[in-house]
């Protein structure tokens, strides 16, 4: 564990000296000081962030000393941080920047000097464009999702309110029978159990739900034919049926479980 710890230590260290060198024009020409330096072992990140009292550029080194992510932005509470690369696309470089991470490194800082100088003295006029773009998108999806939601219903589909994420949307179906009283007409259907605890880490994840039936109420389905779609706040999965019959009883979508539950009910009598 201390050879671990020592490692990355010494990888910390060495992009820490790396980045100041790269950026040491810069930070000596625009007043740019070294905020803080972080490393995220998660997420095998080296980050070291450099700011003035109108611009903040924050260096990453990704995945131990591959390669190199630049982001910078107005250096406000809150204030969005863009990619380099999105720079790149409206003032290219003349040579494009490559290689190991070190380079990359002073490839970047030289861009900037070369291609952002008015950027670096405080000039907004490029992030005042992200943020109309980031605006407009943002305007664009939701009238999107508007229309979306206006086709389903048009088209006879049912609005769910989902406990997390977007809506579920269903066909409507003729109000369910109660598990008790199918059960008690079906002795011999097989119940298709979900445990949130088996397959989603349940202590981390917590309740779980169905968004998406994939066969409808009473359809033949075949073992390992794919029944149904189940969601938490993190995670996605899809059930297959573990045996072939036919769906007499299922729980409907957005209905919450935070334990062992019976999702379904299979006649398996007539296979």
């Known amino acids: 564990m201390q050879n671990y710890y020592k490692i990355h230590a010494d990888g910390l260290h060495h992009f820490k000296n790396e980045a100041r060198k790269a950026f040491a024009v810069i930070c000596n020409s625009f007043g740019l000081q070294e905020e803080k330096l972080i490393l995220t072992d998660a997420d095998n990140l080296f980050q070291v962030t450099f700011s003035n009292s109108k611009i903040r550029i924050v260096v ?17 509470r809150d204030g969005n941080l863009y990619s380099i690369l999105q720079l790149m696309k409206e003032r290219k ?47 664009n999806a939701l009238r999107a999702k508007q229309a979306e939601s206006d086709k389903k219903l048009s088209e ?16 409507p179906r003729p109000l369910l029978s109660t598990y008790n009283s199918i059960k008690n007409k079906f002795p011999h259907s097989f119940e298709v159990i979900f445990n949130p605890g088996d397959l989603l880490s ?29 969601s938490t706040d993190k995670v996605s999965i899809e059930i297959v049926a573990p045996h072939t019959g036919r769906l007499i009883w299922l729980l409907e979508e957005g209905t919450i479980f935070r334990s062992s539950t019976c999702i379904a009910l299979l006649d398996l009598h007539i296979y």
Not at 103 to 128: P, R, V
Not at 156 to 171: N, Q, S, T, V
């Open 93 to 139: 470089p003349e040579i494009p920047v490559d290689g190991n991470q070190i380079d990359q490194l002073f490839g970047y800082a030289h861009y900037l000097l070369t291609h952002a100088a008015d950027i670096l003295k405080g000039e907004t006029t490029f992030f005042n464009q992200q943020e109309a773009l980031i605006k407009q998108e943002k305007e």
């Open 60 to 76: 990453k080194g990704i995945n131990w000393g591959m390669n190199t992510d630049i982001n910078f932005g107005v250096n406000a």
């Open 202 to 230: 349940y202590s981390e994840y917590g309740a779980a739900f169905i968004t998406n039936w994939k066969v409808d109420l009473h359809d033949a389905v075949k073992v390992n034919e794919i029944i149904c779609e189940i």
């Open 156 to 171: 006879g589909y049912l609005k769910i309110d989902a406990p997390i994420g977007e809506p579920i949307w269903r066909k």
